[in-house]
Nanobody, 128 residues
Framework: QVRLVESGGTLVQAGDSLRISCAAS????????MGWFRQAPGKAREFVAG?????????YYGDSVKGRFTISRDNDENFVYLHMNSLKQEDGGVYYC????????????????????WGQGTQVSVSS
């Protein structure tokens, strides 16, 4: 059973940059896709970014964050990061880290159904 713990969420101003982190423990990390999702109050959880399990593999982004956010992973240290630039008020919400549901697969890396393990989330708030 993998345990995912997010950190780094805070209150920032619009236009600022922020990096949030996800530490994985308890199970294999390197051979699974990893993703970030977010959820604002009253809204559905939405895909933000995903990264393929293999080294040098592809990355995927939600349309609203393309060009501003970057996902990366450190398979040696079992971390996945989300670097967020030019933050907007609409980027605010709880950000969740998730691990892909199928070993060695990229199955639905940009959809909720592609993931089976979730962290508790970290709050990112963006003021105007």
């Amino acid at each position: 059973q993998v345990r995912l713990v997010e950190s780094g969420g805070t209150l920032v101003q619009a236009g600022d940059s922020l990096r949030i982190s996800c530490a994985a423990s308890g199970s294999t990390f390197a051979n699974y896709a990893m993703g970030w999702f977010r959820q604002a109050p009253g809204k559905a959880r939405e895909f933000v970014a995903g990264i393929i399990w293999r080294s040098g593999g592809g990355v995927y982004y939600g349309d609203s964050v393309k060009g501003r956010f970057t996902i990366s992973r450190d398979n040696d240290e079992n971390f996945v990061y989300l670097h967020m630039n030019s933050l907007k008020q609409e980027d605010g919400g709880v950000y969740y880290c998730a691990r892909g549901g199928v070993y060695g697969s990229d199955w639905y890396v940009d959809e909720l159904r592609g993931y089976d393990s979730w962290g508790q989330g970290t709050q990112v708030s963006v003021s105007s």
